[in-house]
């Protein structure tokens, strides 16, 4: 593949910004259309359900947030699949490249100041560590819901 060509695998990170106008349209502007996109959300957990080992609410959360996803991204004529993931993004992404070779990832994430994956460098992490080009795209889909600060 060129650099000029359009990917033919995509990771798409996306928490709970999904689906988006922003997100169809960076999608629709890589090539997504035509490229087999893998969505990946991480089964977020909150400090307690973890610390007691309890995760069947985060994939179930999950689970429902990749669901949409999905339907969404269909419905924009973007063919995807979706995993659930580690709840570290970064791990989860890992994960998913030792199975399915992007050849890009697009990570969505809330605005600066209400993302904990900005404040955490996700996406400078996510460059130094993959490899690949990795795309950002900014949403505000779901901050009208009452959740973490999570995506």
Same mark, same amino acid.
Request: hydrophobic share 40%; with cysteine; net charge negative.
């Given at each position: 593949?060129?650099?000029?060509?359009?990917?033919? &695998?995509?990771?798409?990170? *996306?928490? &709970? @910004? !999904?689906? !988006?106008?922003?997100?169809?349209?960076?999608?629709?502007?890589?090539?997504?259309?035509?490229?087999?996109? =893998?969505?990946?959300?991480?089964?977020?957990?909150?400090?307690? %359900?973890? %610390? =007691?080992?309890? @995760?069947?609410?985060?994939? @179930? #959360?999950?689970?429902?947030?990749?669901? @949409?996803?999905?339907?969404?991204?269909? #419905?924009?004529?973007?063919? %995807?699949?979706?995993?659930?993931? #580690?709840?570290?993004?970064?791990?989860?992404?890992?994960?998913?490249?030792?199975?399915?070779?992007?050849?890009?990832? =697009?990570?969505?994430?809330?605005?600066?100041? &209400?993302?904990?994956?900005?404040?955490?460098?996700?996406?400078?992490? *996510?460059?130094?560590?993959?490899?690949?080009?990795?795309?950002?795209?900014?949403?505000?889909?779901?901050?009208?819901?009452?959740?973490?600060?999570? *995506?």
């Amino acid at each position: 593949m060129t650099s000029t060509s359009p990917p033919e &695998r995509i990771l798409l990170v *996306a928490n &709970r @910004t !999904c689906p !988006c106008h922003e997100l169809h349209e960076i999608l629709e502007a890589r090539g997504a259309p035509g490229a087999r996109v =893998v969505i990946v959300a991480p089964a977020l957990n909150g400090r307690l %359900a973890h %610390a =007691v080992s309890d @995760t069947d609410g985060a994939f @179930t #959360d999950a689970r429902a947030r990749l669901a @949409t996803a999905v339907e969404h991204l269909g #419905d924009a004529g973007i063919e %995807a699949e979706g995993i659930i993931g #580690d709840s570290n993004p970064l791990v989860a992404i890992e994960d998913v490249l030792a199975q399915f070779s992007a050849d890009e990832i =697009v990570i969505s994430s809330w605005p600066p100041g &209400r993302s904990n994956w900005l404040e955490k460098n996700l996406i400078e992490n *996510a460059r130094e560590d993959f490899g690949i080009p990795v795309h950002h795209v900014i949403s505000e889909y779901g901050l009208d819901t009452p959740a973490s600060s999570a *995506a």
